[in-house]
Structure formats: C-alpha cells, structure tokens
T-cell receptor
Framework: DTGVSQDPRHKITKRGQNVTFRCDPISEHNRLYWYRQTLGQGPEFLTY????????KSRLLSDRFSAERPKGSFSTLEIQRTEQGDSAMYLC???????????FGEGSRLTVL | GEDVEQSLFLSVREGDSSVINCTYT??????LYWYKQEPGAGLQLLTYIFSNMDMKQDQRLTVLLNKKDKHLSLRIADTQTGDSAIYFC????????????FGKGTHLIIQP
C-alpha cells in the first residue's frame, strides 16, 4: 500500500498525558498537512510542511501542540498535557502540490478521558 | 475570511440522482474539490475542478461550477447504497499554502 499511513489509529489517554501521532506520506510528495476533525465538522487545518520546513501554523495549534518532519519524510504531531477538548480525529494528508489535491490517511482518533 | 457552506443532509432513493450543493466565498479559489468520507475512515478524493472550467464529468459523477455565483455541485447518477457517506466540498484559494478549506459535509442518506 503506497498511500498515506497514520499510527496509531486510535489512542485513549487520560487528561494531562502526552500523546504522539505519526504520519508517513506518499513517498514522492513534498507537502504534508495535519488537520483536525471533530464530530459533525469538516477537517480544520493545523499545520503544513514543505519538505522538512514547517511553513504555516493555524491559530488552532496551541503551545501544547508541536509537529516535526525531521528528514522531510514522515512527520510526528505531539500533544502535551492533553485536555478533553483535544479529543478529535487527527488527519494527515500529503500532496505533490501540482493541483492541490490532498491525499488523506485514515486518521488517528484521540480520546481524552 | 474563507467560508464553505453545505447542507447537512440529503436523502434520496436508490437509483435516483443525488445533487449535493456547496457555496464558497473566496473568489480567488483556484481549485475546488469533492471528498467522500465513510464512517471511521479518512477522506477519499472523488474529483476536482479547476476554476476556469464549468463542468467536469467522471463516470457517474458530474461537477458543475458557477464561478459568478460561487456555487459548486456534485451530481451522482444512479445512486447506490455504497454511495452513503459524508461528502465534503473544499476549496484551494490564493497561494494554497494553507491547504484546503472544507465545508462541514453533507450526509447522503440512501432510501431503499
């Protein structure tokens, strides 16, 4: 399977714990995006990378959130001191940037108790 | 700011055509997209249209774009039970650096 893969698919954690999600994009795609989706909503942009450079961050991305793409391939999204409001589906997508269409992974669902 | 609006629900009978509508506000949108999301799954790209086109057809799918009214529609011919999902309209505007702006999605419900 050469699509976008995300891990883990589902994470249940207690409030205050740290969690990390991983995304492996389609190999030839240089742009990688993180989105958050809550129930009944469309995906909301969090941040994006062009190769290893993080070029844009949404105001939704508080100081407790950090994303990296150290070698321009896979990316991690870490949430520190999780809160119940962080419960959501975290979606990763990649693109070659030519026509803008994003290819999404299956998502990582976070449940904060 | 950018905004994409869709109706929340659409109910159609199996075999009929479904028409899902979307309006957007950003006149600089360059590409517009339709994504499908099944329960518990990620988003699957169905089709997209460049802003200088007014129609695109791909098998059972027809996309119509009225740039003047900033209105996009997706028509699914001969709707099947497997088409039951949430359909998201999305736009790419300006330099596209922020990725896509999505609507809240339309739940397509198929009646037997």
């Amino acid at each position: 399977d050469t699509g976008v893969s995300q891990d883990p698919r589902h994470k249940i954690t207690k409030r205050g714990q740290n969690v990390t999600f991983r995304c492996d994009p389609i190999s030839e795609h240089n742009r990688l995006y993180w989105y958050r989706q809550t129930l009944g909503q469309g995906p909301e942009f969090l941040t994006y990378f062009q190769n290893e450079a993080q070029l844009e961050k949404s105001r939704l991305l508080s100081d407790r959130f950090s994303a990296e793409r150290p070698k321009g391939s896979f990316s991690t999204l870490e949430i520190q001191r999780t809160e119940q409001g962080d419960s959501a589906m975290y979606l990763c997508a990649s693109t070659s940037g030519l026509t803008g269409e994003l290819f999404f992974g299956e998502g990582s669902r976070l449940t904060v108790l | 700011g950018e905004d994409v609006e869709q109706s929340l629900f659409l109910s159609v009978r199996e075999g009929d055509s479904s028409v899902i509508n979307c309006t957007y506000t950003d006149s600089s949108s360059t590409y517009l997209y339709w994504y499908k999301q099944e329960p518990g799954a990620g988003l699957q790209l169905l089709t997209y249209i460049f802003s200088n086109m007014d129609m695109k057809q791909d098998q059972r799918l027809t996309v119509l774009l009225n740039k003047k009214d900033k209105h996009l529609s997706l028509r699914i011919a001969d709707t099947q039970t497997g088409d039951s999902a949430i359909y998201f309209c999305a736009e790419l505007s300006g330099g596209g650096a922020d990725g896509l702006t999505f609507g809240k999605g339309t739940h397509l419900i198929i009646q037997p």
